[in-house]
């Protein structure tokens, strides 16, 4: 199985689910990907743009991450290098720091 034979469709079902049994922030979040692999990357930005406004989400890093890939995706290119390299200033791992400034990088090289 590769990652192109994923059933996002029915991941972003399931999410749908869960949003509405267990409703959080982070579900939200995760459900704004699975929607983005499934119908595109502008269905997605919608509901993360919406997160944008949650006090709980304010400094997880994985917000402006997920906003990062998703304008990426949509050769937003500078707005996606700012939304990385906010998410490179929140996380604590220098790991994901250093993955999440590449990022950015690229995307000054993609203008």
Not at 21 to 48: C, D, H, K, T, W
Not at 78 to 84: G, H, S
Request: hydrophobic content about 40%; charged content about 25%; proline content about 5%.
């Amino acid at each position: 199985m590769t990652p192109g034979d994923t059933n996002w469709v029915r991941i972003a079902a399931l999410y749908e689910a869960l949003s509405r049994v267990m409703p959080s922030p982070v579900v939200e979040l995760n459900r704004a990907v699975a929607i983005s692999m499934a119908f595109g990357p502008a269905y997605g930005l919608q509901i993360v743009d919406e997160l944008n406004q949650e006090a709980l989400l304010s400094t997880y890093h994985l917000l402006p991450s997920v906003r990062g890939d998703l304008l990426y995706k949509l050769n937003r290119f500078e707005e996606a290098r700012l939304e990385f390299e906010r998410a490179a200033s929140l996380t604590r791992n220098s790991r994901e720091r250093d993955l999440l400034l590449a990022r950015a990088s690229e995307c000054t090289n993609e203008k």
